[in-house]
């Protein structure tokens, strides 16, 4: 477990053979109830993150919907400030965006950012060192992140040892797809004794779909939505 970071909760939407999006990038998985739950995650912590993949494929707004609640922090790892000007988080001012890049992002992109009032972190040489991050955001008052995706992210963020809790809404739905993206993708671990242990703390129906609650590395479960 690393310490001084936030409390990290990764929530995600998967269909029943494991893809958190189809081959050709359609990431509308989960059901009205389970919107709700996650919108009400939002409302509660300090800050969502999600990979610049994400916002490149899907342009999402990343605010507080369907329930009362303050729009938390906005954080996009992004090593090389690939994220467009136009992009949602950065033109809708509702919540802060906070950019995470690494040494190979271009200075001048960096200050078209700032001018559209986007915090960059710089941590990292070429890929943005999650610990770190941490670390960061942590100096900076957020004491609960919620990790949105994708795939690549939530391996990187597993293997650093980053998470504390895990809800994944199962969807009765299957794709297919051996180029769909599945929950966590990454390089892997080489075997199951190496990968992450969950514990299964509840299960509950929300809509036709079945979420899973887990902790890890015996974590505590905090928000109990
Ligand atoms: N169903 C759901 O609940 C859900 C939720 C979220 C996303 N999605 C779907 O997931 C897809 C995107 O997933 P993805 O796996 O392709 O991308 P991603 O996880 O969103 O972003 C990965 C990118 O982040 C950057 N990055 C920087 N530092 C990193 C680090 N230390 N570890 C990992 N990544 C790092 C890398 O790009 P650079 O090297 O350029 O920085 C990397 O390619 C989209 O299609 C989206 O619709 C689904």
Do not use: W
């Not at 670390?135 to 900076?140: G, M, P, V």
Request: hydrophobic share 40%; net charge positive; aromatic share 4%.
């Amino acid at each position: 477990m690393v310490e001084s970071k936030p409390y990290v909760i990764l929530n995600s939407a998967m269909s029943l053979d494991g893809k958190i999006s189809t081959k050709q990038g359609d990431s509308e998985i989960s059901c009205f109830e389970d919107k709700v739950r996650v919108h009400k995650i939002r409302s509660k912590v300090d800050a969502i993150m999600v990979g610049i993949n994400t916002v490149l494929k899907d342009d999402p707004k990343l605010t507080v919907k369907y329930v009362k609640g303050k729009n938390p922090i906005r954080v996009i790892v992004d090593s090389k400030a690939r994220i467009p000007l136009d992009a949602k988080v950065v033109k809708l001012k509702e919540a802060k965006t906070i950019v995470a890049v690494s040494k190979l992002a271009p200075k001048e992109k960096l200050e078209l950012l700032r001018k559209e009032g986007i915090e960059i972190i710089e941590c990292g040489e070429d890929r943005v060192d999650l610990k770190l991050l941490m670390k960061e955001l942590k100096k900076r008052g957020i004491e609960k992140l919620l990790l949105e995706g994708g795939g690549n992210l939530n391996y990187s963020m597993f293997k650093e040892g980053l998470i504390d809790e895990v809800s994944i809404a199962i969807a009765p739905i299957v794709v297919g797809g051996k180029d769909a993206l599945t929950l966590v993708e990454g390089e892997g671990f080489n075997t199951f004794k190496e990968g992450v242990r969950l514990s299964l703390k509840k299960v509950r129906r929300y809509g036709e779909d079945l979420v899973l609650f887990f902790s890890v590395n015996g974590a505590k479960q905090d928000l109990n939505i």
